[in-house]
């Protein structure tokens, strides 16, 4: 073990204390009211959040610690297992060394309980009932629900439609966890019903249902919202993962010259990558990371980074972030957890910063490498993973070509066995590349807040 991981490790290898990348990023752009446009204060917040997570989501310290509830609950599943991927690289015939970070070892197959246990843990402390939130392929909702069982919370959900359809089986893990798990848009609020009275046929996003989420959450002082991605405390509690990555690449005697992960709000990505951009930032050590994006939700290659909501009705703060605007609604692709109008104002101002790039890949694409990884590996990755996959694939081809070896690291942030009604759609020819429309994304900027420019 080396001086620079020690001091973030104790004796069961699971780290002490959450890496904060607003610690070594420039000032970021604050958070603005949603309706006055002022920057954002601990008291806007506090109608839907308990006072420590307020005080992360604002904090620029680099250490937060960890409690003790928090890291016995993670001893569960962590520290995650990487892997080097030598099938893969056999069935690829490249020089590249690869390795994977697999989270589909928690209890929900996913990275999402790191953060869902440390916001269930603080709402408990708080006095807080109920939480609430949204969920797209059911990851996060199903991880909340989780969390809310091991203390004592209750927990709705409110699913994408076309997700909620499309996925039964993360309904089933919600409702056996003990949460309520509802389609959205749907009747119960006043956001759902005025998107139905719409289009009565909406599929859903992210986007609506936050706005969902937030509108019960504010309307009842005993439930809070918990948010799975994008805000700077959810990415913050996932560098638990690239913590844990640091250490187990130096017991490998290697380093990552490329670490990728893929996009929808941000959090799996910036978990793995950001204690790698915070060792950059801090020493020196060159790290190339490449964020995976669906072409159909293209937030990093195609959105604008300026001010937008959270949530599409406009309840949530504005964020300084890469959007497509909040009221443009994805392509029913079946990387639900993809499928977000914006991306974590961290993640999006490392892009801004150059220490960031992304890459859009289509689903088709997406599969195929999800498959070749299956067969050679053995994990069933979960859609969103194959993107990362997809791309790192990619990367190890170019190295063959070119007749170099590099590292390459990615984020296996979950398994796919509640997706395999996708792969059966993938596997008889049914699937089907959904482009972004570009009127559609055109007409969703035009609706950007009056002070996005500020």
Same mark, same amino acid.
């Given at each position: 073990?080396?001086?620079? /991981?020690?001091?973030?490790?104790?004796?069961?290898?699971?780290?002490?204390?959450?890496?904060?990348?607003?610690?070594?990023?420039?000032?970021?752009?604050?958070?603005?009211?949603?309706?006055?446009? =002022?920057?954002?204060?601990?008291?806007?917040?506090?109608?839907?959040?308990?006072?420590?997570?307020?005080?992360q989501e604002l904090s620029t310290e680099r250490e937060i610690e960890i409690p003790g509830p928090v890291r016995r609950a993670y001893a569960r599943w962590r520290p995650s297992p990487l892997f080097r991927a030598w099938g893969l690289e056999r069935a690829l015939g490249t020089p590249a060394r690869i390795y994977y970070k697999y989270e589909g070892v928690s209890p929900t197959g996913s990275h999402k309980p790191n953060t869902a246990i440390a916001q269930a843990f603080y709402n408990k402390e708080a006095g807080v009932a109920r939480l609430v939130t949204e969920t797209g392929a059911g990851q996060w909702?199903?991880?909340?629900?989780?969390?809310?069982?091991?203390?004592?919370?209750?927990?709705?959900?409110?699913?994408?439609?076309?997700?909620?359809?499309?996925?039964?089986?993360?309904?089933?893990?919600?409702?056996?966890?003990?949460?309520?798990?509802?389609?959205?848009?749907?009747?119960?609020?006043?956001?759902?019903?005025?998107? $139905?009275?719409?289009?009565?046929?909406?599929?859903?996003?992210?986007?609506?249902?936050?706005?969902?989420?937030?509108?019960?959450?504010? +309307?009842?002082?005993?439930?809070?919202?918990?948010?799975?991605?994008? $805000?700077?405390?959810?990415?913050?509690?996932?560098?638990?993962?690239?913590?844990?990555?640091?250490?187990?690449?130096?017991?490998?005697?290697?380093?990552?010259?490329?670490?990728?992960?893929?996009?929808?709000?941000?959090?799996? $990505?910036?978990?793995?990558?950001?204690?790698?951009?915070?060792?950059?930032?801090?020493?020196?050590?060159?790290?190339?990371?490449?964020?995976?994006?669906?072409?159909?939700?293209? /937030?990093?290659?195609?959105? =604008?980074?300026?001010?937008?909501?959270?949530?599409?009705?406009?309840?949530?703060?504005?964020?300084?972030?890469?959007?497509?605007?909040?009221?443009?609604?994805?392509?029913?692709?079946?990387?639900?957890?993809?499928?977000?109008?914006?991306?974590?104002?961290?993640?999006?101002?490392?892009?801004?910063?150059?220490?960031?790039?992304?890459?859009?890949?289509?689903?088709?694409?997406?599969?195929?490498? +999800?498959?070749?990884?299956?067969?050679?590996?053995?994990?069933?990755?979960?859609?969103?993973?194959?993107?990362?996959? =997809?791309?790192?694939?990619?990367?190890?081809?170019?190295?063959?070509?070119?007749?170099?070896?590099?590292?390459?690291?990615?984020?296996?942030?979950?398994?796919?066995?509640?997706?395999?009604?996708?792969?059966?759609?993938?596997?008889?020819?049914? $699937?089907?590349?959904?482009?972004?429309?570009?009127?559609?994304?055109?007409?969703?900027?035009?609706?950007?807040?009056?002070?996005?420019?500020?």
């Amino acid at each position: 073990m080396t001086e620079r /991981t020690k001091y973030v490790l104790d004796e069961t290898r699971i780290p002490k204390s959450w890496y904060n990348p607003a610690a070594d990023l420039p000032a970021a752009a604050p958070a603005r009211h949603p309706v006055t446009g =002022r920057p954002i204060t601990p008291d806007d917040l506090g109608a839907i959040m308990p006072r420590d997570l307020i005080a992360q989501e604002l904090s620029t310290e680099r250490e937060i610690e960890i409690p003790g509830p928090v890291r016995r609950a993670y001893a569960r599943w962590r520290p995650s297992p990487l892997f080097r991927a030598w099938g893969l690289e056999r069935a690829l015939g490249t020089p590249a060394r690869i390795y994977y970070k697999y989270e589909g070892v928690s209890p929900t197959g996913s990275h999402k309980p790191n953060t869902a246990i440390a916001q269930a843990f603080y709402n408990k402390e708080a006095g807080v009932a109920r939480l609430v939130t949204e969920t797209g392929a059911g990851q996060w909702g199903s991880s909340l629900a989780f969390a809310g069982a091991m203390f004592g919370l209750d927990v709705k959900v409110y699913m994408v439609k076309i997700t909620y359809h499309q996925k039964p089986y993360p309904k089933s893990l919600m409702e056996t966890y003990g949460a309520v798990c509802v389609p959205s848009p749907s009747q119960e609020t006043a956001a759902g019903r005025a998107i $139905l009275a719409e289009d009565p046929e909406c599929s859903g996003s992210l986007g609506i249902a936050t706005s969902e989420a937030v509108e019960v959450a504010i +309307g009842d002082s005993r439930t809070n919202y918990a948010g799975g991605s994008v $805000l700077n405390h959810v990415v913050t509690h996932q560098t638990v993962i690239g913590q844990e990555a640091m250490l187990q690449m130096d017991m490998a005697n290697d380093w990552p010259d490329v670490v990728i992960g893929c996009a929808g709000g941000g959090s799996n $990505l910036g978990g793995l990558a950001f204690p790698f951009i915070g060792e950059r930032l801090r020493t020196g050590r060159k790290v190339r990371v490449i964020a995976a994006e669906p072409t159909s939700c293209p /937030t990093l290659t195609q959105g =604008r980074r300026v001010y937008d909501y959270g949530d599409t009705v406009g309840l949530t703060p504005c964020l300084m972030m890469h959007t497509l605007g909040h009221s443009f609604v994805p392509p029913p692709l079946h990387a639900g957890g993809l499928r977000y109008h914006g991306i974590a104002p961290l993640v999006s101002q490392a892009l801004a910063l150059g220490l960031m790039e992304a890459v859009a890949v289509p689903q088709t694409d997406c599969f195929a490498a +999800g498959v070749l990884f299956a067969r050679s590996e053995g994990i069933v990755p979960a859609p969103e993973s194959t993107h990362a996959i =997809r791309v790192a694939i990619d990367e190890a081809k170019r190295c063959r070509e070119e007749g170099r070896a590099q590292t390459i690291l990615f984020a296996l942030s979950g398994h796919g066995l509640f997706d395999l009604p996708a792969y059966t759609r993938y596997l008889t020819g049914q $699937l089907r590349d959904e482009p972004c429309d570009q009127d559609r994304l055109d007409r969703s900027l035009a609706k950007l807040p009056v002070f996005a420019e500020q």
